[in-house]
């Protein structure tokens, strides 16, 4: 007889395994197994991990995580959060451990993720300015009202044909140089990078640009 498919998910195989290798433990029995984790057991810390080791995959695969760019790194944030959670757990106030944790290494994902979108919303649209109003406006230095309106559909329409050639780097720097006035050493330091490397990735994301001109615009 054929054994029937598993449906379970990872972090559910995973939780059922540690049901298994761990009995369950009373709160009393699991705070003892915590403090003995925070004070720096390795088998203690071990086996904290193995039993949370389901909430932690579950978590970092959130269906909110899969297309943002801290996908790769979810689970480590989780597992660091984890950690931090068994530091700052005081079993006094009487909540058990597990919705404690689940509830710091949830809003250490969701911070996360709530500012790697708002670093993409910086650097995919760098139109927008930090007040709202729109930074092609101030493009070209002309005066007449058509002509802006001109300028601002023909450099939208350009950037929208390049925006998706340009890599997170390219799009951070078009962003600060272009649209707020930085130098390239000012960046630099702002991206923990050299002033070259900067001026590299601008030539690169000016020949995007120049290639993206003699691409079809979009009408």
């Not at 004070?39 to 039993?51: D, K, N, T």
């Not at 801290?70 to 950690?83: G, P, R």
């Not at 350009?158 to 720097?173: A, D, G, P, Q």
Request: one cysteine or more.
């Amino acid at each position: 007889m054929k054994e029937r498919n598993d449906v379970r998910t990872p972090a559910v195989r995973q939780e059922c395994e540690a049901h298994r290798q761990h009995p369950q433990l009373t709160k009393a029995e699991e705070d003892v197994l915590i403090a003995r984790a925070v004070r720096g057991e390795a088998g203690a810390m071990a086996e904290m991990h193995a039993r949370y080791r389901g909430l932690i995959v579950a978590e970092s695969r959130a269906s909110y995580l899969r297309n943002a760019a801290l996908a790769a790194d979810a689970e480590n944030i989780a597992v660091l959060a984890f950690i931090e959670a068994l530091h700052d757990y005081d079993p006094k106030h009487g909540a058990p451990f597990a919705g404690f944790v689940k509830g710091r290494v949830h809003h250490a994902l969701y911070t996360e993720f709530r500012r790697e979108r708002r670093l993409w919303d910086r650097t995919s649209h760098p139109e927008q300015a930090a007040d709202g109003r729109d930074a092609w406006e101030r493009c070209g230095g002309t005066e007449s009202p058509t002509e802006r309106a001109d300028l601002r559909l023909l450099v939208r329409g350009l950037l929208r044909n390049v925006m998706h050639r340009l890599t997170e780097r390219e799009k951070e720097i078009l962003s600060l140089h272009y649209f707020r006035d930085l130098t390239l050493r000012r960046i630099a330091v702002l991206l923990g990078t050299s002033a070259s490397a900067v001026s590299k990735s601008k030539a690169n994301l000016l020949r995007k640009l120049r290639a993206g001109m003699q691409a079809p615009m979009p009408v």
